[in-house]
């Protein structure tokens, strides 16, 4: 349904960024700890297999390689030139690497648009240099990029202190240097292969999208941790996470910024455009990203993730020795979304003839019977897998699996049954740290608290899901003809606009006799509305100008005439137009729509339930346009107040298939309007009961 | 407020359960893994300084000790027994402790209320048999007790195959056997001292609340962890939370079955009456227990609980070398409720004159440039402490302290900062578990993920406030004389019950002339509404009998003729007694009111707004009764429709005062009513703008 406009061939052009095959340090130092001279000290500890070029004027040599004087004197252009100098020389030195032929660059150099005014400034000379050339730059004030699986690391980072990259296919992309390598770091102390990391800084042209894009469609990664402060750039970074989703490749993410507090020091922290966090959540979840709330929730996803099994249709089995914990499995399954169907009654009934008081019906509790004998576990747990059918399954052994006697055969009887259904998604809750590498070799994932391991596994569904919805082919959404008027409409003329978009009004038409009036009211159905239709009558009820429940062709002349009348004995000298014929509307459930333009995202719909429930609960989602009327379905499905639309406290069904097609057309309508468009208030929106439509009572559209 | 009927004194006679100084164990085992053997082998291996009496009337010697025939065989009465034998024999082994004079008794055996019908008949002969002998019985099917200060293992549990436990003044307390063990191991891998456990099984006599008083007085225990499947005893668990507050012992209680998942599954693993969870929330919240969602959670909470710093007004400064990771700890620390107030003026201008750079308002980003030179790194953290003045003190260092280089300098200069301001709550956030030792050593709380550690800093401040709360003195709440009727109350006297009981309902008096109904609006109040009074006629309006907005003297009497006139005309024959004067009512908040009685808990009072609030959104709030106004208005701000009291859409902000005093009176009302009332309804209940009050529009009460 997005609209893209980056070639994700396009990613491709980092390749010299992430993949180089020779690389120059600009500023390059002979002291190992010195910004300059950690890369080489890196890649020549790692063994990068391309040739090093260190450009310093000052020596002869660097860290024992031959430097060079300027990047003139080098000897061909470099696949990517790393710059480690003052910000006063940076510009010119990509100037120069730009007319040497250098295509791919990372800046380290501080002092750019996270400084000042004047380092703003700076920023835009930097960025243009770089557009010049055809340059893709990395930074400024970024930590860099590392690619241990070519050992080409272009970075400064510290964080090798504690160790070289595990082999890996889990890759890193942040804007924050220091956070970026914390998950890295974080990562390195659990076993995960990171090999990949990449940080943006700055992001004066490589951004956080680029960065993800060539990830989607790289081989060296199979599953995406981003970390993110603010989107400043749209296009790539919907393409990127279109691309990723349609590669099967997970993307989890940390968006932080989420709190008004947390929102302000971002702002200080970088030149970014924060955005609205809903906004940015609610494009995070049209792709299928799943966002982490923690580092150590992203790298609990990412752990499950990289094996690479994402079941379209999650169900959970549980198999316990204890029933308390099956009872904490069940709460956050239920908390985080997993479904947990019960075991088929047959094979229940087989389980408890092989133990009377087991509790088989999911969670599985086999009892702490099973931890004196473990002749049954084998057959419980293939049950499970078996007839139970589920496509994750949890086994709870709290500190039994480390036990001296009962451990190997706990660890022997599980490997077999997990062998012989590689598809699923087998995980252990245990209390076993020195067993976890063991079972991990056997294909298990561990985690010690059985509530981290129902969210990593609610997350693997999510993704199977979006990977899923992203093979359907979405129908293409005609877009509307719309031509914005040169001011801003009245509410008459913004409701026409509308109504020809596909979100209609409420029906009602100015008569000048009773005859047009009988003609209008048949056309648009009994009940009907009449109002005394007069441009010097402002307050049509307080002189009885205002007829409900009009019923019939004789009630329509007749109040045609009452209405004609009150208004000659309570407003004499009023111009008369005749009469205005509206539908009658009762019943209907109030709900608000709205466009409004994010700074990066462009047109975002909301809609939510009218008054108290928008002004007071924020009971309201968001979507960015345009969408189809099934996903404004979803939106409206989303809506925590949205039992009142499906019949609650005795109220017929509202029409939600109504409601969903006004959303969606509008959403046509704001991106058809192009970018004149501010914003649309339709407020509100009525909802019949089923089959009887929604009208809006009100519209404002306003221009930029 | 609670009145507590539970005298503290009675929970030490646990002392020799969890105490003893003589253990008998009867059913005891040669074979040191059987569930006889299991406790002897313990304490033998561990040290019990007591005596240790086996019975078994097959073997001279059990493990090395003389054993006895019987328990009438026993030298004297054993502080405590073990009971191990099979369920057959166990009543009639708990009756023969009891004559032998023991008061204390253990019983691991199964097969009682956990199992069926016939279990469940002897579990309650298992219970007389113990109140007849004044024994305090633990269990049936209970994991038993272990208290490792004094070397004594009451328990059957395999799950120091790990290891000892550690020393540490951390108490478990669990229904579950197999969780609660669990809690222990789980903490044992993390260096938790936990030397006292205690599991109930299925509370024949002894009851979680029985543990948890124990332990709110006992010198062994700090800080209490609980597991809770389902609360069945009302009195000793509000006295244990009562205790425990006042004494300053935190309690941390994960309470499972909160999904309708896991509630099924609770029922169906134990013979417990799950209760209302939301009941049960309310009573924790009351007393200040934290509830923790998962086992990690607990661990959390109870590592930081057991420094005993609990800050009834907690504050939070945050030092970090990575804005991302400061941006992400206010979002944590928001969404935990946690106040990070800004730095003062002056300090922020000082720490921006040392780093130009840096962000000091709070979080105090001291920027990455400080990792390259320590030296102003404990002037940033003494100013955090000192100027800022923070109760909690958070900083976030990723590797950098596991750096060779750094991390060493990093240490001792935190080391000396802390060392001045003890009394505060430091807290490192790093990836440096080699480490952790070491600045635990220096008095410092370690997490590796910082929003963890935001989490228990946050519950260290909901306990210091609970804390505090406990030590004001609360105002006694004077109970009404209630008279509840035979039968079931007609709305008329339901209301005039709760009227003279301080729930006042909408004013209105039947008046049989014009005089009598002059006097009435006058004390009423203008305006009034007038109907017309007749038990003839049902729908007065279909008549005009109803007039609105009377509003002085002349009007009264002018209506009053009004109203005779229309039912002489429209409703002839019918016998007319007068006319019914009532306050008039309008631009009211509806509020609904109510009052339930909890199987446990018992009288349980409920506020939410009236209508969908209630009905769709579940906005409510719970509390066990009766509480005073402070009370009953903390818990009409928790809703979170609130803000439709407070003025929201331009409404005049509501009396809540009014409300509260309503609210708190229904709760009196309710326990001075006794076991015979079932519930009550008040709604709507009319809340009119500041200084006029609110009133009862429909009241029911239910007997039962």
Redesign the interface.
């Known amino acids: 349904m997005s609209r893209l406009t980056v070639d994700p061939a396009r990613f491709a052009t980092l390749d010299a960024l992430v993949r180089p095959r020779s690389v120059a340090v600009i500023g390059a130092s002979d002291e190992k700890a010195r910004i300059g001279g950690r890369p080489l000290a890196y890649m020549l500890e790692r063994g990068f297999a391309g040739p090093i070029w260190p450009v310093n004027p000052k020596r002869p040599t660097v860290q024992g390689l031959p430097a060079f004087a300027s990047v003139a004197d080098l000897p061909e252009a470099p696949d990517v030139a790393i710059i480690a100098v003052p910000a006063a020389m940076a510009i010119d030195t990509l100037d120069q690497l730009g007319r040497k032929g250098c295509r791919a660059v990372i800046c380290f150099t501080a002092g750019f648009a ?2 000042d005014e004047a380092g703003a400034a700076a920023q835009v000379k930097l960025t243009e240099t770089a557009r010049r050339h055809g340059i893709r730059l990395l930074g400024p004030n970024c930590l860099g990029v590392f690619n241990d699986a070519i050992r080409f690391y272009g970075t400064f980072t ?2 090798f ?2 160790g070289w990259p595990v082999p890996g296919r889990i890759g890193v992309a ?6 970026g ?2 998950i890295f ?2 990562g390195l ?1 659990r076993g995960l292969g990171m090999q990949v990391v990449i940080t943006t800084g700055n992001e004066a042209e490589v951004a956080l999208g680029d960065v993800l894009g060539w990830m989607a469609q790289a081989p060296e990664v199979d599953v995406i941790c981003a ?1 993110a ?1 603010g989107i400043r750039e749209r296009e790539s970074f919907l393409a990127a996470l279109d691309l990723a989703r349609r590669n099967r490749k997970p993307i989890v993410m ?1 968006k ?7 929102g ?3 702002q ?3 030149a970014s455009i924060a955005g609205d966090d809903a906004v940015t959540e609610a494009v995070l979840e049209e792709f299928g990203v799943v966002r982490a ?4 929730e992203m790298l609990d996803i990412a752990y499950a993730a990289a094996k690479r099994i994402y079941p379209a249709k999650n169900t959970l089995g549980v198999l316990t ?8 499995i ?6 985080a979304g997993v479904a ?1 169907p019960p075991m088929p009654e047959a094979a229940q009934a087989k389980l408890r003839s092989l133990i009377p ?1 087991c ?1 088989p ?1 999911n ?1 599985v ?1 086999c009892t ?1 019977q099973v ?1 004196n004998d473990l002749t049954m576990i084998d057959t419980f747990a293939e049950s499970v897998a078996a007839d139970g059918g589920y496509t994750s399954i949890l086994s709870f052994w ?3 699996a ?3 006697s009962l451990g190997p055969k706990l660890q022997e009887k599980m490997r077999a049954v997990r062998a012989k259904y590689p598809d699923r998604l087998w995980v252990m809750s245990m ?1 076993a ?1 020195e067993k976890v590498r063991e079972y991990e070799a056997d294909g298990w994932l561990c985690f ?5 391991a129902v969210n990593a596994i609610a997350a693997m569904g999510r993704f199977g899901a979006a990977f899923a919805k992203a093979e359907q082919k979405a129908a293409e959404l005609a877009l509307p003809q719309v031509t914005l008027p040169e001011t801003t409409p009245t509410e008459a003329a913004a409701k026409a606009l509308l109504a020809e978009a596909g979100v209609p009004a409420v029906p009602e038409r100015a008569c000048a006799t009773p005859d047009a009036a009988v003609a209008a009211a048949k056309a648009i159905g009994f009940p009907v509305v009449l109002k005394i239709l007069s441009p010097d009558i402002l307050h049509k009820s307080e002189i009885g100008g205002v007829l409900l429940d009009v019923a019939d062709e004789a009630a329509v002349r007749a109040g045609f005439a009452t209405l004609l009348e009150r208004a000659a004995t309570h407003a004499p000298g009023a111009r008369i137009e005749g009469v205005l014929v509206a539908k009658q509307i009762k019943g209907a459930v109030e709900m608000a729509l709205g466009i409004f333009r994010d700074p990066v995202f462009g047109p975002v719909a909301m809609v939510g339930l009218g ?2 429930f928008i ?3 924020k009971d309201v989602a968001f979507r960015r346009c345009p969408f189809d009327v099934a996903e404004a379905e979803r939106m409206i499905r989303s809506l ?2 949205f ?2 639309l499906d019949g ?2 005795g109220r017929p069904k509202a029409d939600v298939a109504a409601l969903a097609k006004a959303l969606s057309s509008l959403s046509a309508f704001a991106v058809a309007a192009g970018p004149r468009l501010a914003g649309v208030d339709v407020n509100p929106l009525l909802v019949l009961p089923e089959g009887e439509g929604a009208y809006a009572a009100d519209a404002v559209i306003e221009l930029g």
């Open positions: 996270e400084m510290a964080s202190e504690k942040s804007q924050s240097g220091a956070y390598t914390h770091s974080a102390d970390y402060e940390m932080v910024g989420r709190s008004q507090l947390g302000a020091a971002a200080s922290h970088t709330r923690t580092t150590e020795v204890s029933g308390g914990a099956g009872v904490l069940s709460d956050a399954a239920e908390a947990m008081f509790a019906r969670p509790d702490a931890t709290s500190q039994t480390a036990g001296r209390l740290p010690e608290d059985p509530s981290r008054g108290i002004e007071v609960l925590r107040g039992a009142l609650a406290r």
